[in-house]
């Protein structure tokens, strides 16, 4: 796994590698590209692959949250050249002029993209943005420990053992909402309030609300069921299938209720040292091949339709409804968005948002007793 800078010079920006058909244009051999990204999100060779390619260095560096992102780069972009924000982040970042726009003729990859997964309502026109992965959120168990199959995000709340929830306080707060019949996406300060009244009702079988950390909970076997991403899960439940001393049966589901989907998101921030080598970076991670060993390798979903449409994506993965949803669960899907325009009182109406769902969660963080 890539958990630090990586700094590997090469002496050729026109090599081959085998089943990469992208090339890398000429002018970038020798420079450095900066990459912000989440852990764990590439193959064992994207990073090196594309170094080899184009003659370049990249360093590399990882952040466990969305918050941890966006907090960085409201301090000032200290050079990183792509981040790989949310969408719901993505449409705060926009919002708060954090983003370059992108110069599509740069992409010619952006064919390659599913048609489904462009001009979003977060990004209309992708004028911002390209897909790296897309999945879902829900619940992973140790179905060991748990004795039954989960089904429902009541079990979650209601189970007896221990359960750990991921630090995103708009997706925690997205299916409280939903459970209640309520709008997952609500500005509204009594419906916040009444899904925090819910949270801290029904979160005392919480251990922890820790970033994108929940799948390694799992797996220590310091909770048996965790609120994290798809693909954590699944990576869980791999590594697991190859270690013969594993004997723990990891299962994850999308409840029954419904749940989240998500698209994280290639970026150029306001403030990148090389814009031009960022979107030749962007279009060689929208490569067939590049995608296909990503998606792979970190068991997340492809964007890429050109990869699935050629048979690069494993089978097992393409298969499995946890990946790729039925047309019955994506219709209980939702986006978590961010909202635009202003209050009655004339105030912006995204930080006014995020104000009453930042207050609330910390409430609940104290009112359970987990942090």
Not at 162 to 183: S, Y
Not at 352 to 368: N, S
């Amino acid at each position: 796994m890539l958990m630090a800078a990586l700094g590997v010079s090469v002496v050729s920006a026109q090599a081959s590698i085998e089943g990469i058909e992208w090339d890398c244009p000429a002018e970038f051999a020798g420079q450095t590209l900066n990459v912000y990204n989440w852990s764990t999100y590439v193959a064992p060779d994207t990073i090196s692959n594309f170094e080899t390619l184009c003659g370049v260095t990249v360093n590399y560096d990882v952040y466990g949250s969305n918050d941890e992102l966006q907090a960085r780069l409201r301090q000032g972009n200290p050079g990183f050249d792509i981040v790989v924000p949310t969408n719901d982040t993505l449409a705060s970042m926009i919002a708060e002029g954090l983003l370059e726009p992108l110069d599509h003729s740069l992409i010619p990859n952006m064919a390659n993209v599913s048609p489904g997964l462009l001009d979003t309502v977060f990004d209309p026109g992708n004028v911002y943005s390209m897909p790296y992965q897309w999945g879902t959120m829900g619940i992973g168990y140790n179905y060991s420990n748990v004795g039954e199959e989960v089904t429902s995000w009541q079990q979650f709340f209601e189970y007896g053992g221990t359960v750990a929830w991921i630090e995103d306080k708009r997706a925690v707060f997205a299916i409280a909402l939903k459970m209640l019949g309520l709008n997952p996406n609500t500005t509204d300060q009594a419906e916040i309030d009444v899904a925090k009244a819910f949270l801290i009702e029904n979160g005392s079988n919480v251990i922890s609300i820790a970033p994108d950390d929940g799948q390694e909970q799992l797996a220590r076997g310091e909770a048996d069921m965790v609120f994290e991403w798809s693909g954590d899960i699944l990576q869980v439940i791999a590594q697991c299938a190859e270690d013969p001393a594993c004997t723990s049966d990891f299962r994850y589901v999308i409840p029954e209720e419904g749940s989240i989907a998500w698209i994280d998101n290639m970026a150029i921030p306001v403030g990148a040292l090389n814009p031009g080598l960022a979107h030749a970076f962007i279009d060689y991670i929208l490569d067939p091949k590049v995608g296909a060993d990503i998606s792979n390798f970190t068991a997340f979903s492809s964007p890429n339709q050109a990869a699935i449409d050629a048979g690069l994506i494993d089978e097992v993965l393409l298969n499995d409804p946890a990946l790729y949803p039925g047309e019955v669960q994506m219709e209980n899907l939702v986006f978590v968005l961010t909202p635009t325009g202003t209050t009655e009182d004339g105030q912006d109406l995204m930080a006014v948002t995020e104000q009453r769902y930042g207050d609330a969660w910390d409430e609940i963080k104290i009112g359970i007793g987990a942090s």
